[in-house]
């Protein structure tokens, strides 16, 4: 297969997949009956991509095969020392049946930028999509075309050299898994509830908060499981100079009322690919965005005045949230409701489904 002309490594030529197709893949009617309510990451597609890369070969035998366990050595450096890292994206179906996804180009870079600070192989941003147009290749028909479902690809990459020892990995075998996914929100987006983790830290400066790895969710897990003791939806955690950071899994957006978008920026925070499709949105309407610190103190008072009119979340999963309430230990705060934070999740979704002109040349064709 050919990689798309607007790739930044478009001058590498194209790995040659080996393809081994699964004999036992689920039947025509299977599939369907599962494509009728997907869920989400409970069901998987029939093939999967792996490609490997050690020190002196390089990225070699690029594969797609059947869907199934990996085998580890016991003493495999990711079961000992967290080395790991992943990427969360989505294939859609247009109404003319076409399969595209959004942004492939971010996400390949932003796995780029976790492989550096995990000390792992970067694999080439044109790699990267052309392992998700494999894939599509073999399992396209596993790509919903409901309402608001879509098929989430996981590409993910992880040291497998055995070896006890702290230092990088000189094997690693990088993965692509598919699993189709309905609406995330049952009956329409409805404002979620957040507690403030004020006993636990998501990341610290200078560590690995940037990166998406899977020792941040980890950490992220306790916290999580205190904000549903508390009848909460998700978390929220602040850094180590008491400011807002990010949710569990998802960036947050203050709405002020000049009509201002301000989001926390720094170096713990994962830059989120859907925020910044987001942000774009609001610029393009007239909006101005400012990336900056946010103090839970400003939070709380920018409500209390008025002053902030919305809240909301934004991820690949959920893509757009509002958030109804904040609580803490002794507090209670509604939050304001607006229309804002709705209007850009159905202008980024009709995007993504073709509804609506992509003028930023956001979307990539994956079965073509």
């Given at each position: 297969?050919?990689?798309?002309?607007?790739?930044?490594?478009?001058?590498?030529?194209?790995?040659?997949?080996?393809?081994?197709?699964?004999?036992?893949?689920?039947?025509?009617?299977?599939?369907?009956?599962?494509?009728?309510?997907?869920?989400?990451?409970?069901?998987?597609?029939?093939?999967?991509?792996?490609?490997?890369?050690?020190?002196?070969?390089?990225?070699?035998?690029?594969?797609?095969?059947?869907?199934?366990?990996?085998?580890?050595?016991?003493?495999?450096?990711?079961?000992?020392?967290?080395?790991?890292?992943?990427?969360?994206?989505?294939?859609?179906?247009?109404?003319?049946g076409s399969v595209h996804t959004f942004r492939p180009d971010q996400n390949g870079r932003r796995l780029q930028r976790s492989a550096r600070r995990l000390a792992l192989p970067e694999l080439p941003v044109a790699y990267f999509i052309q392992s998700l147009r494999e894939l599509i290749a073999v399992d396209g028909d596993?790509?919903?075309?409901?309402?608001?479902?879509?098929?989430?690809?996981?590409?993910?990459?992880?040291?497998?050299?055995?070896?006890?020892?702290?230092?990088?990995?000189?094997?690693?075998?990088?993965?692509?898994?598919?699993?189709?996914?309905?609406?995330?929100?049952?009956?329409?987006?409805?404002?979620?509830?957040?507690?403030?983790?004020?006993?636990?830290?998501?990341?610290?400066?200078?560590?690995?908060?940037?990166?998406?790895?899977?020792?941040?969710?980890?950490?992220?897990?306790?916290?999580?499981?205190?904000?549903?003791?508390?009848?909460?939806?998700?978390?929220?955690?602040?850094?180590?100079?008491?400011?807002?950071?990010?949710?569990?899994?998802?960036?947050?957006?203050?709405?002020?009322?000049?009509?201002?978008?301000?989001?926390?920026?720094?170096?713990?925070?994962?830059?989120?690919?859907?925020?910044?499709?987001?942000?774009?949105?609001?610029?393009?309407?007239?909006?101005?965005?400012?990336?900056?610190?946010?103090?839970?103190?400003?939070?709380?008072?920018?409500?209390?005045?008025?002053?902030?009119?919305?809240?909301f979340a934004c991820g690949t999963a959920a893509v757009v949230t509002p958030i109804g309430v904040l609580k803490g230990k002794g507090f209670f705060d509604q939050q304001p409701s607006g229309s804002l934070a709705l209007s850009l999740r159905e202008e980024l979704t009709d995007i993504q489904y073709g509804r609506r002109?992509?003028?930023?040349?956001?979307?990539?064709?994956?079965?073509?």
């Amino acid at each position: 297969m050919t990689l798309l002309d607007t790739d930044p490594d478009a001058g590498l030529e194209p790995l040659e997949f080996a393809v081994t197709k699964n004999l036992t893949a689920r039947s025509a009617a299977e599939r369907e009956q599962i494509l009728q309510s997907p869920g989400f990451g409970t069901h998987f597609t029939d093939h999967m991509v792996d490609i490997c890369w050690s020190v002196r070969g390089g990225w070699h035998r690029p594969r797609v095969q059947p869907y199934g366990p990996i085998a580890l050595d016991p003493a495999a450096a990711v079961l000992h020392y967290g080395q790991e890292i992943f990427e969360g994206i989505k294939a859609y179906r247009h109404a003319d049946g076409s399969v595209h996804t959004f942004r492939p180009d971010q996400n390949g870079r932003r796995l780029q930028r976790s492989a550096r600070r995990l000390a792992l192989p970067e694999l080439p941003v044109a790699y990267f999509i052309q392992s998700l147009r494999e894939l599509i290749a073999v399992d396209g028909d596993w790509v919903p075309g409901g309402e608001d479902q879509s098929l989430y690809l996981r590409p993910f990459m992880f040291a497998k050299e055995a070896f006890l020892g702290v230092r990088p990995a000189h094997k690693v075998n990088y993965y692509v898994i598919a699993s189709p996914a309905g609406a995330y929100f049952k009956g329409g987006v409805q404002p979620v509830s957040i507690w403030l983790s004020e006993d636990y830290a998501r990341a610290g400066k200078g560590g690995t908060g940037a990166a998406k790895t899977g020792g941040n969710y980890a950490a992220s897990l306790l916290p999580q499981s205190e904000a549903y003791e508390n009848e909460c939806d998700q978390v929220v955690f602040l850094d180590q100079d008491g400011n807002v950071e990010e949710l569990g899994g998802m960036n947050i957006v203050f709405v002020l009322k000049d009509g201002t978008l301000v989001t926390p920026q720094s170096d713990s925070i994962l830059e989120g690919i859907t925020r910044d499709s987001i942000l774009q949105l609001a610029i393009d309407r007239g909006h101005k965005v400012e990336g900056r610190d946010v103090s839970l103190a400003q939070w709380r008072e920018g409500v209390a005045s008025g002053e902030i009119v919305e809240v909301f979340a934004c991820g690949t999963a959920a893509v757009v949230t509002p958030i109804g309430v904040l609580k803490g230990k002794g507090f209670f705060d509604q939050q304001p409701s607006g229309s804002l934070a709705l209007s850009l999740r159905e202008e980024l979704t009709d995007i993504q489904y073709g509804r609506r002109e992509d003028t930023h040349g956001w979307l990539h064709r994956l079965d073509a």
